[in-house]
């Protein structure tokens, strides 16, 4: 009696979740650890950005790399060349 029901509640729980229609896979190559409130990203497209504690976008991936933020700036590399940005993205 038992095995027939657990059955059945595990193949409505599988269903129920393959309707959630959340993607396969990851959703970031690479994640940084949370500084200053926002961590460095990789996205599957390669390019690097900034999420905030709620994992939206801040600084959206355009980076060909991208380090933490210390003392309000960022490092990063954008076109062969490394600069500083701000929080908000714009070039320091």
């Known amino acids: 009696m038992l095995k027939p029901l657990a059955t059945a509640v595990l193949t409505a729980s599988l269903l129920m979740l393959g309707g959630c229609g959340s993607t396969p896979g990851p959703k970031y190559r690479n994640v940084s650890a949370y500084n200053e409130g926002l961590a460095a990203v990789q996205s599957n497209t390669g390019k690097w950005g900034f999420i905030n504690e709620h994992q939206q976008w801040v600084i959206q991936p355009r ?9 309000g700036k960022a490092p ?15 070039w320091q």
Do not use: L
């Open 76 to 90: 990063v590399k954008q076109d062969g060349k490394w600069g500083f940005i701000n929080k908000r993205g714009e």
């Open 63 to 71: 980076f060909e790399e991208a380090r933490a933020f210390q003392a």
